[in-house]
């Protein structure tokens, strides 16, 4: 019985110590956890058998199980702080994006007095880009040899110009990209001009609205123009 006694008050000490480094913030449900481990691990202590009582290692080991318990607790609560630290942070960049053109995936094209402003985003360099531009009805209005390119996100400018020379009506047209490298063609991903004008606050994290374009995520926005 000197061996259950000496576990007995062993566990305890050990485990009210667990509970002692627990510090003012804690959550009274971490403490109630806590607690009930320990009321349950005196249980079966005072309840062994006389005649083969626990040893030290045994109860190291369940003393040790609510130490994991704990610390996995403590890493759950920091993961959530730094989780909600970031997306204040991200709220404060996208806030500072209201106003300003940005280049996100689409391919409308619109043309005003001062002309528009598109994008393309190339995986890999590429020899001839070619910028074509269709009307509302699907009618090819013009073909712009852009050059060539370095992979990375890039931006152009049309001034409305069209095949007959002729100056397109301001509106609203939809472009698309060709873009060829050792005369095989290359993927190329067009990007439409935007301005934000307003940033969401979801729970999967920070958007933006991009005027009447929709809303974005933060990772959408390939350039800020």
Not at 133 to 149: H, M, N, R, T, W
Request: proline share 2%; hydrophobic share 40%.
């Amino acid at each position: 019985m000197a061996t259950v006694n000496n576990n007995v008050s062993a566990a305890a000490e050990s485990a009210l110590a667990l509970l002692g480094r627990k510090d003012s913030a804690s959550s009274k449900d971490e403490v109630d956890s806590q607690g009930r481990f320990l009321t349950l691990l005196t249980a079966q202590l005072k309840n062994q058998d006389p005649m083969n009582p626990l040893d030290n290692a045994q109860v190291t080991s369940q003393l040790a199980q609510i130490s994991t318990v704990d610390g996995i607790e403590r890493l759950n609560t920091m993961l959530t702080q730094l989780l909600e630290g970031q997306q204040s942070s991200e709220s404060m960049q996208a806030a500072s994006l209201v106003g300003r053109g940005v280049l996100v995936p689409g391919s409308g094209l619109k043309l005003g007095d001062a002309g528009s402003i598109g994008g393309f985003a190339l995986d890999v360099p590429a020899d001839a880009v070619t910028m074509r531009i269709k009307d509302a009805q699907g009618l090819e209005v013009a073909a712009v040899d852009l050059g060539s390119f370095d992979a990375g996100t890039h931006n152009f400018q049309w001034d409305g110009t069209t095949k007959d020379g002729s100056r397109a009506a301001n509106g609203k047209y939809t472009v698309s990209i060709e873009a060829v490298t050792g005369g095989k063609p290359v993927a190329a991903e067009v990007l439409e001009f935007g301005a934000v004008t307003s940033v969401v606050r979801g729970t999967k994290g920070t958007d933006l609205q991009v005027g009447d374009m929709g809303i974005f995520k933060m990772s959408d926005v390939r350039q800020i123009v």
